[in-house]
């Protein structure tokens, strides 16, 4: 692993494969981009190089909140770090969070975009409820509570300081009011997406996107069948794949089954491998 430091933040990220095409993975809510390590290596071994990341507020990269909305500030953090690896172009790809950053990534960074590898789409009005208070809710009522030493002591926060110690002065250094001026900024433009097509960005937005894009959908109550078909109606050069077990919209997991997702890692690897072998062969 590496750091590199861009947009004012080091971030950590790691390289796997030597040759190929780009390809750039983000996971799902704030975990660390290194979980993707064994999706991307057999990507590696299909012929690509693959770029593992952790997030800022993710991981061993740096805490820091900028951005209109957490999403936009992943989108141009990713492409920044692309570019300084000289890998733009690339394809860009995620799962739940990091689905929505690919979609943003790819409507801010247009040119920058070969493609797009999307699973666990995220979307309806239940999982923008859960999910606004699981990112910002919580640490709103914290820093209010607490000041940013409740912010640090959390759970997540307290993990991203444990895999790097100088995140906990970043914290406390921050103005707690700033910080809750950011996550209810950010709460907000989430909740607003309860009724779009995938949160933070619109219909009229999603039918732009040119390039070619490959989904595969969830079963749970976050990452709806629903959602993801959707998404495929409104992205004008898209396919979708079922690749784990379809359950009807009464039948769906309160949460993502990680244990059927990783028994499927290598059928979602020939899914995307294959599309991506049938862009080269149309191009």
């Not at 020939?270 to 049938?278: G, I, P």
Request: hydrophobic fraction near 40%.
């Amino acid at each position: 692993m590496a750091l590199a430091r861009i947009r004012g933040i080091e971030i950590n990220y790691k390289i796997v494969g030597e040759t190929g095409e780009w390809i750039a993975l983000s996971p799902g809510s704030r975990r660390s981009g290194m979980e993707f390590t064994p999706l991307a290596e057999r990507l590696a071994a299909a012929g690509y190089r693959v770029l593992l990341h952790d997030r800022r507020n993710c991981g061993s990269s740096d805490v820091g909140f900028d951005g209109a909305t957490e999403n936009d500030m992943w989108a141009d953090d990713l492409h920044a770090l692309l570019q300084y690896l000289d890998a733009l172009p690339a394809i860009i790809g995620g799962s739940s969070s990091g689905c929505r950053l690919s979609i943003i990534f790819a409507l801010r960074h247009r040119a920058d975009t070969r493609a797009l590898l999307l699973w666990r789409v995220t979307g309806g009005a239940h999982a923008a409820k859960e999910l606004a208070e699981t990112y910002y809710g919580q640490y709103i009522i914290l820093a209010r509570n607490g000041g940013m030493q409740a912010v640090a002591d959390s759970e997540h926060f307290r993990e991203c300081i444990r895999a790097r110690p100088s995140n906990r002065k970043r914290l406390l250094e921050i103005d707690p009011q700033n910080f809750i001026a950011v996550m209810t900024r950010w709460r907000e433009s989430f909740l607003q997406g309860a009724d779009l097509p995938i949160i933070g960005v619109t219909e009229a937005d999603l039918r732009t996107i040119t390039q070619r894009a490959c989904l595969i959908p969830g079963n749970d109550m976050i990452h709806t069948p629903a959602a993801a078909n959707n998404l495929r109606r409104l992205l004008p050069h898209s396919e979708i794949h079922n690749v784990i077990s379809v359950r009807e919209d009464d039948d769906l997991l309160p949460e993502w089954d990680k244990a059927e997702w990783d028994s499927k890692e290598t059928d979602v690897v020939s899914t995307f491998t294959a599309f991506l072998s049938r862009i080269k062969a149309d191009a």
